[in-house]
């Protein structure tokens, strides 16, 4: 499941001739020049060390909060490129290691959760089991179906030809609707509770 499939590995030349694989390209490049940009930023302002696990925190956030597969894409991608194993599996490794940093820093240095708004948000997530972990659920969801697509994505030349988009595309749309509704719940709640007014939502 994990060996290298030469089949399913990309030619550099595909990356900038087939349309799928350019948009792809694109994308990646797109979300790691803003990590890059993030993590610099973070490194000037409160040191390297303290500013890449900051970095991997906020990471780790969009990996198991968000129902889009970026953050994940990040790893997956020249995974995926490299070695022709399916980002699929190469996201679910990236869930693996966004649980573990995310534990080891809620048990041991719960501090790091104050460091930015985006993860005090996620420390409110991770400590209301009910019913925000429900969000974490519907992320989960999200990001494989976009994933799915991903997958897509590199296996043709065309956006005519995804086939899987289209059947699937519905779905998507209907997990990100109810996402948005239960993130604009756990915002509210999050500026109430940050207020000091605590109004129980079930």
Known sequence: MF?????KMVKASELLTHETKKHSLIR???VLSVLVLY?????????????????LMTWSFFVLSTPIADAGFLL????????????MYTQLFAYVIAIGVSAYAFFYTPAVYNSTILLKLFHHILSDPYPFWGILVLSAVGTLLSI?????????????????????????????FTF????????YNFLLSSLGIHIPII
């Open 3 to 7: 060996t290298i499939d030469r089949s």
């Open 28 to 30: 990646f490049l797109g």
């Open 39 to 55: 993590s610099l930023f973070l490194s000037l302002k409160i040191g390297v060390g303290a500013g890449m696990f900051v970095t």
């Open 76 to 87: 997956a991608f020249p995974v995926r490129i490299i070695t022709g194993i399916r980002m």
């Open 148 to 176: 799915y697509f991903g997958d897509e994505m590199v296996d043709i030349s065309s956006h005519t030809e995804r086939k899987k988009y289209r059947k699937h595309i519905n779905k998507y749309q209907l997990i990100i």
């Open 180 to 187: 948005l509704i239960a993130f604009t719940v756990l915002l």
